[in-house]
């Protein structure tokens, strides 16, 4: 009894994490989908792509953020997806830290001389932070635990 | 890691393939059918960005920026935030950060004519700031205003006059 008690909370963990991340992907890629010039503008004020990528990655990488949101939403391809999204979490937040760690305000693409510190660089990371926790929690449990044969859900 | 069995690992880059694939065909259909289509290779260059939509380009030199400064022909805007105007502003300018543009505006501007020349500046090569504020500054009747690019740090490494506080 005891032992389906810890079943049900870890299935409901897992299928809460799978589908609140999905819902944070596809929430992210939309409004990217319809303003990808102003999602360029970001990208460039990130300061890190060369040139020649900047748009290529406004136009594909929102597709990228809906394609695998929606499948974790829906359950479907988790190994695929949960792989796709670490990378993804973990390239942002690697930004947001080398830009942070450079004082670059990314919100006007500006250099702040260090007076300015903005509070919402710090939102951002956390934010970030716990999108990567979730990540990796279900990766361990698509790739470690399934593949032990602990469970079997993808 | 070899506790991860490799049927995983096979699976996964199948999964990541098809993915790959249908962002591909996702993105160029998207992108061919859309209104507003985006090249997909563009001149991001910093220059490219002080060139107003109706093709106008607001950038100045430092060598006629300094040129003007010297002989007091025109005065200079710091569109970054007022703290860091006190840290240090090029000699003479008025504060106006750009984020409070319509709040400081009136008392920004007080006294200065709309056929001054201005020069607006900010800090970083790709600060949009002084753009953006030189824009606004269009928009409100002023119709000679330029941008002097990366303007505070080009300055202070040229040596030339700066001051602190409340200028």
């Known amino acids: 009894m005891k032992e389906e008690i810890r079943q049900n909370i870890s299935m409901t963990l897992y299928h809460g994490a799978r589908i609140v991340l999905g819902i944070v992907f596809v929430y992210a890629s939309y409004d990217k989908i319809l303003h990808p010039a102003a999602f360029a503008k970001i990208i460039y004020n990130y300061q890190i792509l060369p040139d020649e990528l900047i748009n290529l990655s406004a136009i594909f990488l929102p597709w990228l953020e809906l394609s695998i949101g929606f499948l974790l939403v829906i359950g479907v391809w988790l190994p695929g997806s949960v792989f796709i999204g670490n990378i993804l979490l973990i390239i942002f937040f690697c930004a947001l830290v080398y830009n942070k760690a450079r004082g670059l305000d990314i919100g006007c693409g500006c250099f702040s001389t260090g007076e300015g510190e903005t509070p919402e660089s710090n939102l951002y990371l956390l934010r970030d932070f716990s999108f990567i926790v979730i990540a990796v929690y279900l990766f361990i449990k698509v790739f470690i635990l399934n593949s032990l044969g602990l469970k079997r859900s993808s | 890691m070899t506790f991860i069995n490799s049927q995983i690992w096979t699976k996964t880059s199948r999964q990541v393939l098809f993915i790959a694939l249908i962002v591909l065909i996702a993105g160029f259909v998207s992108n061919r059918i859309r209104s507003d289509k985006m090249p997909f290779v563009e001149d991001w260059s910093a220059k490219s960005n002080l060139v107003t939509p109706s093709g106008e380009n607001l950038e100045i030199s430092l060598s006629e920026a300094t040129n003007l ?99």
């Open chain 2, 69 to 167: 400064f010297n002989k007091g022909e025109t005065v200079f805007i710091d569109a970054r935030s007022r703290a860091e105007y006190d840290v240090g502003h090029i000699k003479g300018a008025k504060s106006l950060p750009y984020k409070e543009a319509d709040l400081k505006f009136v008392e920004a501007m007080a006294g200065i004519s709309e056929d001054s020349a201005l020069i607006t500046y900010c800090d970083g090569e790709t600060c949009e700031l002084s753009m953006e504020l030189a824009v606004f500054l269009g928009n409100a009747g002023y119709k000679n205003v330029k941008v002097l690019s990366n303007g505070w740090s080009v300055w202070k490494q040229n040596g030339l006059p700066v001051e602190t506080g409340k200028g």
